[in-house]
Each structure stands twice: as structure tokens, then as C-alpha cells.
DNA sequence: GTATTCTGACTGACCAGTCAATCAATCATC
DNA sequence: GATGATTGATTGACTGGTCAGTCAGAATAC
């Protein structure tokens, strides 16, 4: 019934959520190899019967992650007519990914997309990817008239997307975890922020 | 003529200046303090001899910038009447800092305060106060009627600050230097941005 | 019986921080 | 204005600990 390597696989996943707990407990360079495989309750030998290397592992866990993100955004794109509608998704999205695995996000936005050093440097070009996408969003918001045309596209994509890793960097810092309310709180401010700005 | 201690105070600061670059270029974690020594023309143990360790050096580093950043926060609040103005005398100030030691802004935000696990975490009640200040500023605006009240200042200090911060991050994730035109372009566009948004 | 998963002791490189020794400047005394 | 004493700056070889990655072999599956 169960797949011929069900068990071989299984081993992989552990390891590999278990390096996200280690990873956004100690971080990436402050913690050892052997702290994933004691997490994970897994030999040492083993992490490197299923991965080449430790940074194998972060990237591993960035390219899953960071593809649900861009496939999420084109869906958001493709399925509302409305701009602020597609933001709004995505903002969604994202905040939701957070809600579910908070350390997985804390370790993709500390260890890769804000690590202009090491990992974020490798993994620019895909990175990129989304702000292109959401900038895309935008501009096809302004030719129909729909948003202003002095802000150029690039820009807002930071503004918007900058916005939303901000709040979540600030959750991050937070000890507590964040109550549902204020994830929904989030969703809607981020959105009225970015669309309606400060001024009355 | 000159102080008594004049060489001493000129070693201390010239390996400061080195170590601004060497944490730039490399990355705190990456760089060897030897590196710092090297790019400082010094040898290895003066190092220890001015800073009693590694950790040392970019706190001090840190705390130098953040109190200059604290200073021109307060100073636009007192100077401006209106928001937007304290508003944009903020951005004005950090972009300038990035544009006069663009090294420097790259270690304090990457090393430091978007750094959850190491730095960013000790310094943590300092950074705070950044955004105190500004959630202050928004606070002022919207009892004075010139804000919408329906975007809690808090929030709205975290949207212009990680605004700031984005738009730093981006111009250090790029290889070349940012011309002057960008600059001054990013001063406008953060502040029209955060007031006014994107939406007609 | 063989292929794969799994184990954990071991190694080799690396590097933060120490320290004993040298050097340079100022001071004290005659 | 020479001589020695004191203080602080400067040097770089060395040490002790850490840790990523290896490997030889045991266990398990098929």
C-alpha cells in the first residue's frame, strides 16, 4: 500500500522541519548540524544521507516555500478583476502562510530574504520574481485607471510587499505568539495602508 | 600641539572604518576578525587591545549610528509644523546617511536591526524607540485632523520606517552604486507613498 | 544476499581570544 | 639635557574549543 520509500521520505521531512525549528530558534550560522539531527531524533550521519551540505537544507526549505509564494501570486492575479482585490489575496496569503508555520517564515524572511550576505544573494533572481509579479499587478492597475500613474510599479511592488514582511518581521521579534484577531487586523491594514496611504 | 593621546583615538576609530567595510563586504558572521586587523593595517591583537571582543565592535558601531538616527528623528519632530514635513525630514535624513556611508547603512541594517536572532534582538528596545518617536509624529497628525484615524499609528510607523528600511534594502541587495537622481526620486515617492497611497 | 537506510566516532580545518614580548612616548631625577 | 623608569601602544605566534563533513560498518528492508 504505501510507497516503496515511504519511510526514506518520511526521514527527509523530519529533518527537514526539525531544521526549521533549530533554524528559527538559534538561527542558521548559530546553530550545529548535530542540533537538527538531535531535533529531529535522528543520527548525525543521517542529515547528510539525505541532504550534500547545512546550507542544502535552508535552501531546500526557501525554493518549497518561495514556490507556493510565487504560484500563490500569479493565482491571485489570475482570479480577482480587481486590483485591490488581487493585493488583498496575496497580503491573505502570505499572512495565513505565517498563521500556519511561523518559524518556517521567520527562517525564509531572517535567514534568506533579508540576508543580503549569503543566502539572499543566491537566491536574488527568484526573489525578484515576485516583486516583478506584484509590479505587474500594479501597472495593469494604472493603465486602467484604476490606481495613480506617478508611483512607478517597482516602487509599489516594495512599498506593498516591503510592508507585508515588515509586519511579519515585527511579529518575529515579538516573544508571544499573535492572536487571530490581530492576523486579521493585519490583512486589512496593510491593504488600506498601501491603497489609501495617510491623508485624508 | 596634538592630544596626548592623539594615535590612540585615530587606531581605535581606523579600525572601526575597517570593520565597516570588512562586515559589509563579507558579512559579520563570515568575516574573521584577522580580516578587520588586515583591512585596518594593524596587527591581529590590537584588536583586543580597543575592543574586548567581535561582538564589540559592531555594537559600538550600532549604538554610534542610533543615537545619531534618535537625534535627527527628534530634531524634525521640533523643527516642522506640519507631519508631512517631519515625515519627509526623516527620510531625508536616512537616505542621506545611506548616501554619505552606504557601507555603514548596510552593516546596522543587515547585521543589526533586521537580524531577529543575534543583534537585532539585544538592541531591540533601542530600535524601538525609532518607532515610538514616529508612531508619535502620526499620533499628533491625526488628533490635529490631518490624518485618517482609522490606521493606528503603531502601524503606520512601521509602514514608513520598513518603507525606509526596503527601499535601503534594495539598493544593498544591488551590486552598483545608486546614482544621485535615485535618491532624491526615493525621498519623494516614500513620503508621497505613505500619505497618499496608490489608489485615485 | 544485496541494496538501502541508518549510526556515531572521528578528523581536519578554522578561528576567537590570550599573552608574553617589543617598542615608543612621556615623565622624573639629577 | 642626559639617564633611567613608567605607562600605554603594538605585535603576532599560539591555544583551546568548536563544528562541518567523512566513513566504515551495523541494521533493516526487500
Redo the contacts with the bound molecule.
Keep these: 500500500m ?1 510507497a ?5 521520505i ?3 521531512r523530519v529533518i527537514l522541519e526539525a531544521a526549521v525549528r533549530v533554524f528559527a530558534r538559534q538561527g542558521f550560522h ?5 542540533d537538527i539531527a538531535d531535533e529531529a531524533g ?5 542529515v ?3 541532504f ?4 542544502e537544507i535552508l535552501d531546500t526549505l526557501f525554493q518549497e516555500r518561495w514556490d507556493a509564494m510565487l504560484a500563490a501570486i500569479a493565482e491571485a492575479d489570475a482570479q480577482h478583476p480587481s486590483a485591490r482585490d488581487k493585493l488583498q489575496a496575496i497580503a491573505d496569503f502570505i499572512i495565513d502562510s505565517y498563521r500556519y508555520d511561523p518559524d518556517l517564515m521567520k527562517v525564509i524572511i531572517v535567514e534568506v530574504t533579508r540576508a543580503a550576505n549569503t543566502f539572499g544573494r543566491t537566491h536574488l533572481a527568484r526573489i525578484r520574481e515576485a516583486y516583478d509579479q506584484i509590479a505587474g499587478v500594479v501597472e495593469r492597475a494604472q493603465a486602467e485607471g484604476l490606481f495613480r500613474r506617478d508611483i512607478d510599479p517597482p516602487f509599489a511592488a516594495l512599498a506593498f510587499y516591503g510592508l507585508v514582511e515588515q509586519v511579519l518581521t515585527r511579529w518575529i521579534f515579538e516573544s508571544e505568539p499573535v492572536d487571530e484577531q490581530e492576523l486579521e487586523r493585519a490583512k486589512r491594514l496593510i491593504v488600506e495602508m498601501t491603497c489609501l496611504g495617510l491623508e485624508r
Tied chains: 1, 2.
Design positions: 504505501a516503496p520509500n515511504q519511510t526514506a518520511d526521514k527527509r548559530t546553530c550545529r548540524v548535530a535522528v543520527a548525525y550521519g543521517l547528510y544521507h539525505y550534500s551540505s547545512k546550507d
